[in-house]
């Protein structure tokens, strides 16, 4: 064959990469692709392809697989390593075996790690390795974490990836590395922002890869670990077993009157205008999470998967990029959303709350809480500021004295997100700051501070 075509479907939100390979024969190869399938569509129906093959990786944790629905929509051959146990129809691989995939081959590389199932695939012309789909084992830069199968197994499945890395290491340098996860994923660490690499680069550049024994990459790699959400620890399984067919992309609409009636039973409203708007009035007792690339993350950290949700929006928010993003982390109990949004709620005299939003000035003797990433508190924060991640908050809530108290983060979307929080568990003197940590101090001119 000529030169492949390899096309990267990135998740800007999640931090990941699916790919469509082109196989010169009207048919594709997908691989590690979501539960959202919208950009596998458009980009397979722009090249006039249909996806005959669709490859995961591994159980991934951070999203449901958009695999089981390639099947059942266009008959497409799942491939996936045999020791994850699915269950639902697939192709299950071990090490060393080979995919025909008419001219091209693509060849399974057992690389437990990331998780113990973990297969990296081997893409084959002829004698020639042209690239290798590495999923979340070499990515670029770093390795993808190995503390999401469980704790007591998180060092022996460091020490898996540090074998796989050493035997992916082994590649020429000129194979082309294609992995899933990267910057911005909460499944890995990686320094910058390129999304694919080469073998030689990695061997050259990736520190793990240069650790000067097993020990030292395993220190390594868990010292660079970090909180994740806790939807994490359900979707693994959720994919073994197979992600439930979902269809249709519209909110059903409900009155002011039936979504008081869903929260007084226990549903969640989620606000996702922008945080202006929210700050300026909102359902009481919403949580504030904007509609942005990352909205499935926080959606799936802050939110009970398990409780209905009635979704607030403005008119020009697309319903269908709500549905998605929600769907893609197995968030399928969308109730529907309050039909005429916040206007129709106040019409129906129904009360409302607010927050209110404010520059860097605000922060001048108050009690500032920060709810950043540790990671980020620590690369340079307001002086004094107290750190509870946002992921962590809603167990510190009830503990924080209700006294007047900025949230603050690197924008504000976030902070509005704790500030519902709060509200919610019944903090009345929140105020958000409109900006972050570096804004405070181009104001103030102050120098902001580091570590803990």
């Known amino acids: 064959m000529g030169d492949i075509s390899v096309i990267p479907l990135i998740d800007e939100g999640l931090g990941n990469s699916a790919y469509l390979l082109d196989l010169d024969d009207g048919r594709a190869l997908a691989v590690d692709v979501s539960r959202d399938l919208r950009t596998v569509y458009d980009a397979a129906q722009r090249r006039g392809l249909t996806v005959a093959f669709a490859a995961d990786t591994h159980l991934h944790a951070d999203f449901l697989t958009g695999a089981v629905q390639l099947g059942r929509a266009f008959g497409a051959q799942v491939l996936a390593s045999a020791s994850g146990n699915r269950e639902y129809p697939h192709t299950g691989l071990a090490d060393g075996d080979e995919v025909d995939l008419g001219g091209l081959r693509l060849r399974a590389l057992a690389t437990p790690g990331h998780t113990h199932e973990h297969m990296a695939y081997e893409l084959l012309d002829g004698s020639r390795t042209l690239g290798v789909f590495t999923g979340g084992s070499l990515i670029v830069g770093s390795a993808a974490r190995t503390d999401l199968v469980s704790p007591d197994r998180t060092e022996e499945l460091a020490r898996a990836q540090y074998r796989s890395l050493q035997r992916l290491a082994r590649l020429d340098d000129d194979v082309s590395v294609w992995p899933t996860h990267g910057a911005g994923s ?11 690499s080469t073998i030689g680069t990695e061997r050259a550049t990736n520190t793990l890869l240069r650790a000067e024994s097993e020990d030292a990459f395993v220190a390594q790699l868990l010292d660079s670990l ?51 708007d929210f700050g300026a009035g909102h359902v009481p007792g919403s949580v504030s999470i904007p509609l942005r690339p990352v909205f499935a993350t926080w959606l799936g950290w802050l939110i009970d998967a398990d409780e209905p949700i009635v979704v607030v929006r403005n008119p020009d928010q697309d319903p269908a990029e709500i549905i998605w993003q929600a769907r893609k982390v197995g968030y399928d109990q969308l109730a529907g959303e309050l039909d005429g949004g916040l206007d129709a709620w106040t019409a129906a005299d129904r009360p409302t709350g607010s927050i209110p939003v404010a520059g860097p000035e605000v922060l001048d003797g108050a009690r500032v809480l920060d709810i950043r990433q540790g990671g980020e508190y620590q690369a340079g924060h307001v002086p004094g ?58 104001t103030t001119g102050a120098p902001l501070e580091t570590g803990r």
């Open 226 to 276: 970090g909180t994740f959400p806790p939807y994490f620890l359900r979707l693994g399984e959720i994919n073994r077993r197979g992600p439930a067919a979902v269809e249709g992309d519209t909110l059903s609409a409900l009155t002011a009157a039936e979504v008081a009636r869903l929260v007084t039973a226990g549903a969640q409203v989620v606000d996702v205008r922008p945080l202006a």
């Open 186 to 196: 909460f499944c890995s660490a990686p320094p910058g922002a390129e999304r694919t």
């Open 385 to 442: 500021a107290d750190s509870i991640e946002l992921g962590a908050l809603t167990a510190h809530a009830i503990d924080l004295p209700d006294e007047p108290l900025v949230v603050m983060c690197g924008h504000g979307e976030r902070a509005m997100g704790a500030a519902s929080l709060l509200a919610r568990a019944g903090h009345q003197h929140v105020t958000v700051l409109a900006g972050g940590p570096d804004d405070w101090a181009d």
